[in-house]
């Protein structure tokens, strides 16, 4: 794939497989392919769903290679091919030996008419740029372009650098040194494989570049940005190119002789009637919020979608609301079970509150970690009169035995007591707390009755200035011990 090229029935065999699997075909069980390759083959802005046609992504990996081959004379590689299969004249003019090439030859000559049209010039020097046959110019043409009549006195093999000489023109820029080539497709002028693919496709005539299948780009790209679960993302591309295996669409296949559609009885069954203009499926846009007016407002249907599903309060609901009224169809049809516009709305509603909320726990399990708020702590002397108690915990692993400690300081920070124990199994939370209630104790048996406890846990904060205590664990345990 990446270094020769592939004869055409191997990637046809490519393609088919791939097929096969988007469309859930087996061996042996064909399916209906309700859109064409070559729509399939297209960007997902472009109508299609981005996958790559073998034949193209062969023809962009030898462009790949062939660049390679241009641009880095230096490597090894290639300067074995350029020995092997390249020879340059007198006048420097170069010719492709063509006779018992390799493989790796045949794929770089394949891609070389192709990788001349892409190509643009960096001139500087203005030696190794054909004046009349490479894409110099701004507009990135060649001036052959604009010559009707080829003229025999020409010398087309002429360098910029030969004609500044013989025609007296503006010196080329000299002290930039050798030319340099750039890929027209990008503006960095850098190659890339995925524009190289699109040059590939557009030069095989896989996919059409001009526009867009059934609308504008901005039609495809509220599809895709729709905010739901992917298979209803599919339904939508698919109802976009009206391409669902309605009554019209198996008509169309001769896979049925009668269009009308089965729930109304009154018009042909295609997309946009199931979708927007059967009675059946008004009265149930009605019941969402979404009106008459709306539903009757001229535009096309792919447009009409597009409208709605960047709507930013009904957008969501209208995406389901289409999947559900697609099912509803095909529940009567091959089950016989009718809902009405009311449940149908009811389960609507509930799905679409359903997605959002699965949405929002998707975010905060996917969220960037917050950053842990840490304060500066620092000891505080008290008011003349008072002591402080600083107290801590902690807890060793992993046999999770816990310890508490604490020293009782003046005004001036002469320490006046000093305590620790050991705690024996525990957590650090309970840990911290026992040992602030134990720095109590002290400063209390000590006769201190102007105490300032100091602690380094919210936890412990929060549970000597909580005002109920009734259900609090911690507090039941501590009071146990302390008691």
Partial sequence: MQTAVLPMTVCDVIDKKIRRFVWGGEEGQAKVHLVKWETICRSKDDGGLGLRSARALNLAYLMKLGWTFLNNENDLWVKVVQGKYVCQDARGTTTF????????????????????????WDVRNGRSINFWHDQWLADGVTLKDYIAVADQDIDWNASMADMATATGMEAPRLELGEDVTLWGREKDGRFQLSSAYTAAAEWL?????EETVNGKRSHWKHVWK???????????WLAAHDRLLTNSERKRRKLCTNDICDMCKQAAETTEHIIRDCPEAKEVWQKLGIGETTLTCGLGFAEWMSKHLQEEKTGAIFG????????????????????????LAYRIQSWTSTIKLAQENDAKLHAPPQKKSRADLA???????????NTDGSVRQPDSLAAAGGLI????????????????????????IKGAIQGLQTAWS??????????????????FTAKDHNNDRFYNLATQKSK
Wanted: a positive charge.
């Fill in 97 to 120: 030996l063509s006779k018992a090439t390799s493989r790796l030859w045949q794929g770089i000559r394949k891609a070389l008419p192709l990788m001349k049209q892409e190509t643009v």
């Fill in 205 to 209: 005539e896989d996919i059409q570049d």
């Fill in 226 to 236: 729709w905010q739901g679960p992917n298979r209803i993302k599919h339904f939508l």
């Fill in 320 to 343: 389901v609301a289409a999947w559900y009224l697609w099912k509803r169809r095909n529940e009567w049809i091959f089950e016989k079970q009718f809902q009405k516009a009311s449940m």
């Fill in 379 to 389: 000891w505080e002397p008290p008011a003349d009169g008072w002591v402080v108690v």
């Fill in 409 to 432: 300081r003046d005004n001036s920070g002469r320490c006046l007591a000093a305590f620790v124990g050991n705690l024996g199994v525990s957590t650090v939370t309970r840990a911290e």
């Fill in 446 to 463: 000590r006769g201190y009755r102007k105490v300032h406890l100091q602690v380094d846990s919210m936890t412990t904060y929060l549970f």
